[in-house]
């Protein structure tokens, strides 16, 4: 590639990420790296063919990174729908091809150095590959996956199978010993050595990961199993000092535990006690600030939804008008029950193909981080609990952004003339938004006054989902599964204008694939005619 034509190119891309990339939180977005990452092994095989005698180990590198890159490139979503390749290609980009650089540097280099050093600043950064590996765990736990499982790329729906490596491995346990989090360091440790003790062939050295296991076991109170796995380090490495010195003070904790029960014993006799020994992979998830973990977890996975027979029985399918609405008396759309209490209602061909492109096409270059309004101060910030990108799309945009608003009106018959601009989101890896109310809660917030409370939600599913990604309401164990071209409806507010708690929802992570939905938030003001007060407080 030609200087000049590698600039602009850098320019183009520059202008599309912009500075904060946050690849991770968009699988849209992260396909330019797919293209980011074609585009350095061109310029290596450029390298390559002038130092081909010098450079045999980096040319092996690169027929192997040539492989990768043709496949992922000719169908980029496909294959970053897999978490795992997600995961690698951030890890890759981040660390992999810098250690690359390193071992080119020592040779005289010319043009693949120059451009991989423009292209570095446009790469995955370390907050990257941090939430990229926290994807992987949150996926683990949500749909109850073994290292394993993820480690071999046993995934349902994948048309790319990936693995992981004993030294990918190695880097997400070290991700969550940063991170504080033991309870997933001890899996993918475990994992890593696992994979290692199976002859893998890797860099990473049993004593490094035995380093981390031990003292990640150590923190869960398992001294016996915490001196195993250090005297098994300090048998490979007699003069690590850290090892040396942490099985010294295990030891002298085991001896006083011995010491008080023995003690104990012999003031009362008559009681008996047994050692209760935490056995390998018996360690328990830590419990978190989410109070419904659990029953929104198992919905995600399928389980626990209260859909009953008798239930069932009140839900039904029909052609809807729109209350006799003229635009759609002659071509009605098809309406079907998803819940009776609240009234969920979903749409069927709702947004065509060429519209989703459109819609899509328009949002990718704006997609931004999604934010949360901070509780406490009202303040727009980042949450974990919502991993995704978003932007506004205005009806001036494209006649596509108006059409689509205006059949949201005729299906809804409320008016969109209050209602907030369409919402565009991607799911990145593990993508999700953790239960939470559509509506305000807050007297602060600005619009209640102006436009009242967030009255309906209209949420079109833009994509179809190979696994994950569902709409989950864990209140009355509801849960809805992404449709491509569908829509689901409901109101947020009792016809008394309180908000109606039982509406709050999530979005699941996205197992696998790659998750688009657009959505319009209808509000209060405007339509006290089209949505009537009821007589009761509950209403």
Known sequence: MKPWPQLMFFLCVFLIWHTEAEFFTSIGQMTDLIYAEKDLMQSLQEYIQAEEKKLSQVKSWAEKMDVLTSKSASDPEGYLAHPVNAYKLVKRLNTDWLELENLVLQDTTNGFIANLTMQRQFFPTEEDETGAAKALMRLQDTYKLDPETLSRGNLPGTKYRSFLTVGDCFGMGKTAYNDGDYYHTVLWMEQALKQHDEGEDTTVSKVEILDYLSYAVFQFGDLHRAVELTRRLLSLDSTHERAGSNLRYFEKLLEKEREEKEREKSVNKTVTTTETVVQSGAYERPLDYLPERDIYEALCRGEGVKMTPRRQKRL????????????????????????????????????????????????????????????????????????????????????????????????????????????????????????????????????????????????????????????????????????????????????????????????????????????????????????????????
């Open 316 to 539: 039904f399918c029909r052609y809807h008008d729109g209350n006799g609405n003229p635009h759609l008396l002659i071509a009605p759309f098809k309406e079907e029950d998803e819940w009776d209490s609240p009234h969920i209602v979903r749409y069927y061909d709702v947004m065509s193909d060429d519209e989703i492109e459109k819609i899509k096409q328009l949002a990718k270059p704006r997609l931004a981080r999604a934010t949360v309004r901070d509780p406490k101060t009202g303040v727009l910030t980042v949450a974990s609990y919502r991993v995704s990108k978003s932007s506004w799309l205005e009806e001036n945009d494209d006649p596509v952004v108006a059409k689509v608003n205006q059949r949201m009106q005729q299906i809804t018959g409320l008016t969109v003339k209050t209602a907030e601009l369409l919402q565009v989101a991607n799911y990145g890896m593990g993508g999700q938004y953790e239960p939470h109310f559509d509506f305000s809660r807050r007297p602060f917030d600005s619009t209640l006054k102006s436009e009242g409370n967030r009255l309906a939600t209209f949420l079109n599913y833009m994509s179809d989902v190979e696994a994950g990604g569902a709409t989950v309401f864990p209140d009355f164990g509801a849960a809805i599964w992404p449709k491509k071209g569908t829509a689901v409806f409901w109101y947020n507010l009792l016809k008394s204008g309180e908000g109606d708690y039982r509406t709050r929802h999530a979005a699941c992570p996205v197992l696998v694939g790659c998750k688009w939905v657009s959505n319009k938030w209808f509000h209060e003001r405007g339509n006290e005619f089209l949505r009537p007060c009821g007589r009761t407080e509950v209403d």
